[in-house]
């Protein structure tokens, strides 16, 4: 069973970076039959995609946060990675992980949700 | 950016009902790259839908999505308790990807 997993710091300062890593386990990352990518959800908000890689490292970002989104792959550690800079309250959520289909592009595998607020 | 508009914002109905959410698009959307999502309290969103009318493994066959162009729906033929919740749409196109704002579905 395909499981994905969020780490990283709950609590990030305003204007410093935002790092999460995703590590999947039940499944290669090293496939070319899925993306992979990041969702965010503020609180009591709607979902937000932040952005998807491809097992090769291509990116694809949301037009909206392009400018401050790194999204990256480590296949022999089975992980990929959000770092999202220039932090504001306004970037507080819950940042999901998800595995996508790279033939009818919905996310079919979440992890859990990491809260993450932006406060000093 | 294809901007996608769900209605009702809620919907309060009782077990047992029938209850259709809508999704309408800005501009038109594959057929293939529209799906729908629940999600409950704390929990990570469920597929339940995709290429607009394909059930997901496991999903209960009271669950159905339709539509094409700019208007889907999806359709929960009679309600269960378990089926309170968030209901999302999603599309898929020009490497990038929106979600509706979402329609709450609440006991009536």
């Known amino acids: 069973q395909l499981q994905l997993q969020e780490s990283g710091p709950g609590l990030v300062k305003p204007s410093e970076t935002l790092s999460l890593t995703c590590t999947v386990s039940?499944?290669?990352?090293?496939?070319?039959?899925?993306?992979w990518g990041w969702v965010r959800q503020p609180p009591g908000k709607g979902l937000e995609w932040i952005g998807s890689i491809y097992y090769s490292g291509s990116t694809y970002y949301n037009p909206s946060l392009k400018s401050r989104v790194t999204i990256s792959v480590d296949t022999s550690k089975n992980q990929f990675s959000l770092k999202l800079s220039s932090v504001t309250a306004a970037d507080t959520a819950v940042f999901y992980c998800?595995?996508?289909?790279?033939?009818?592009?919905?996310?079919?595998?979440w992890g859990q949700g990491s809260l993450v607020t932006v406060s000093s | 950016e294809i901007v996608l508009t769900q209605s009702p914002g809620t919907l309060s109905l009782s077990p047992g009902e029938r209850a259709t959410l809508s999704c309408r698009a800005s501009?038109?959307?594959?057929?293939?790259?529209l799906a729908w999502y629940q999600q409950k309290p704390g929990q990570a969103p469920r597929l339940l839908i995709y290429g607009s009318s394909s059930r997901a493994s496991d999903i209960p066959d009271r669950f159905s999505g339709s539509g094409s162009g700019t208007d889907f729906t999806l359709t929960i033929s009679r309600l269960e308790p378990e089926d309170f919740a968030v209901y999302y749409c999603?599309?898929?196109?020009?490497?990038?990807?929106?979600f509706g704002q979402g329609t709450k579905l609440e006991i009536k």
């Open positions: 039940g499944g290669s990352i090293n496939t070319y039959s899925y993306y």
């Open positions: 501009q038109s959307v594959s057929t293939s790259y």
């Open positions: 999603q599309q898929y196109g020009s490497s990038s990807y929106t």
């Open positions: 998800a595995r996508l289909s790279s033939s009818w592009y919905f996310f079919h595998y």
